[in-house]
């Protein structure tokens, strides 16, 4: 893909399909035989694109799998990453992310310092992102491994301010993050705020887990929703296409 050509490629979804849906594999849990077989049906099930990345690597070969994942599918593949070290060539794109409700200078900062030079030479499109976490209920990996405190839940106004700031500091994307496995997911309340308040889009995930939590947070203004762990075990890919298809279309979540 051309330079700004994945950017382009959300705002046209967004535009098109009135919110786009995303997968998220995280190579380190799973089999990659199983996550490999979702990237191949993805398209088809309807997913508009597929991040790839890990709060924390016990054991994956990051870069090994992105490569494998790029051949299973037409769909961009985006770096979603936990750290400079997932910054891998075969990318289409990297939310290059800086972990703006921490006041952790790791993640505010130095991993994207470190991982600047490693975007440049593999010639990356490179998606200004303002990530968020939000209290979820228990203590996720993202926040453990970070090191930084979630907006609290009912603080619709602090997630706001933060997100008017990723905008005036030029981000493309505010990421809304619940963490993988939320025991909740990010408040329908603070997503309206939030899409509200800033121009650039929305993702929200962590915890969605229905075709109606995807349509609801549509609803309520997030341009993108990011669904990862819950699909582990959808063997024949109909919580897939559940899922992508509440995502676009109001008509399809059955009541
Ligand atoms: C995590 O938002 C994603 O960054 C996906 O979360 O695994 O809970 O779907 P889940």
Known sequence: ????????????????????????????????????????????CGVDAILVGSSFMLNSNFAGAVGKIKQATSLPVIIFPGSFAQITPDADAILFSSLISGRNPAFLI???????????????????????????????????????????????DIACAHAMAAQYLGMRLVYLEAGSGAGRPVPLEMVRSVSSYVDIPLIVGGGLRTAQDCRDCVEAGASFVVVGNHLEADRDFSLLRQLAAATHDKDSVKV
Do not use: W
């Open 1 to 44: 893909m051309n330079t700004g050509s994945v950017y382009n490629h959300l705002l046209q979804v967004r535009e098109s399909r009135g919110g786009g849906f995303m997968i998220l594999v995280d190579p380190d849990k799973g089999h990659e035989n199983d996550y490999l077989a979702t990237c191949e049906r993805a398209e088809d």
């Open 110 to 156: 130095d991993e994207q310092v470190k991982g600047a030079p490693l975007v440049k030479k593999y010639n990356l499109e490179a998606i200004p992102t303002g990530y968020m976490l939000i209290e979820s209920g228990s203590l996720t990996s993202v926040q453990y491994i970070s090191g930084s405190m979630p907006i609290p839940r009912g603080k619709s």
